[in-house]
């Protein structure tokens, strides 16, 4: 009788620790989501100064006035976001060429020094960011002269450490036997890599795809260092400038920035297959 009550107290045991769970994290999606919802619905309030604005959860009205403040401040409106599309874009693409160039030739190539140069990035992904600024601010500018430029912008992002190992990792996976195969059939280095590898780590490539945009979108602090010109800011620098002394114009910022987080959210669901696929392909190995 007693080994009865044990196993049916188990799945009362067991569903009270299910619903705990859900609760937290339905408690975690919901202080995760509001600060975005809080900004989608700010931007629909009216272009007022920060004393006047109501900061409700629910919205007494709907307007785009926001938007167009927005787009009528400045005549640069438009070329802030054409810059971080630029910017971004060509971030993006970069690092997934070489990126993967790289994680195929640590991956399956042997080159003497391979280990010794593969540690070395390694080493270098445990610098912290701000410790880099001073060093390449004064080599992009000083050195190179690029301030307020395109390649200002992009060069410092040109590839990513994280990228090439995660390249690396998921490329690991892939049998050594195809490409012993296609040397067979007479493929050159460049074919295996182009018309094999490529195909094979398509999941891979979306996750960095999506990762490096985001990141190169979201940069503040780079861009604000190397322009000076209100004409070569991004979307995140120009949201600053309707920051003043004595007042902020909250609505037509929120209003931006919500036009800011589209390209993101486009990305991210045009590709969220492979994303959820791959999220974890930095630990697979062998």
Request: proline share 4%.
């Amino acid at each position: 009788m007693a080994l009865y009550s044990n196993h049916a107290g188990k799945p009362k045991v067991k569903t009270i620790r299910n619903s705990i769970i859900f609760i937290a994290l339905l408690l975690f999606a919901l202080a995760t989501i509001f600060p975005i919802y809080f900004m989608v619905i700010s931007s629909f309030a009216d272009p007022v100064e920060a004393g006047a604005v109501s900061y409700s959860i629910l919205p007494s009205k709907f307007t785009f006035a926001s938007f167009k403040y927005f787009f009528d401040y400045s005549e640069y409106s438009y070329r802030w976001i054409l810059n971080s599309l630029i910017v971004a874009t060509t971030v993006m693409v970069s690092n997934v060429i070489f990126a993967s160039m790289a994680g195929y030739a640590f991956s399956k190539l042997r080159f003497k020094g391979r280990g010794v140069l593969f540690a070395v990035l390694l080493v270098s992904m445990m610098i912290p960011y701000q410790v880099t600024q001073v060093p390449l601010y004064i080599l992009v500018v000083n050195v190179f002269e690029l301030q307020n430029t395109y390649s200002a912008l992009i060069m410092p992002g040109i590839v990513t450490v994280y990228n090439i190992f995660l390249a690396k990792q998921f490329m690991s996976s892939i049998p050594n036997e195809i490409m012993e195969s296609a040397k067979i059939e007479g493929c050159s280095q460049f074919t295996i890599y182009w018309r094999i590898i490529l195909p094979l780590s398509k999941t891979v490539l979306a996750v960095m795809a999506i990762l490096t945009f985001m990141d190169s979108w979201n940069t503040f602090f780079w861009p604000l260092l190397v322009t000076n010109t209100m004409d070569m800011q991004t979307i995140q620098v120009g949201l600053k400038n309707f920051r003043f002394a004595n007042t902020t114009f909250i609505a037509p910022m929120m209003a931006g920035a919500t036009i800011s987080a589209l390209p993101m959210f486009i990305l991210f669901f045009s590709l969220q297959k492979y994303f959820l696929e791959g999220v974890t392909v930095g630990a697979v190995k062998g």
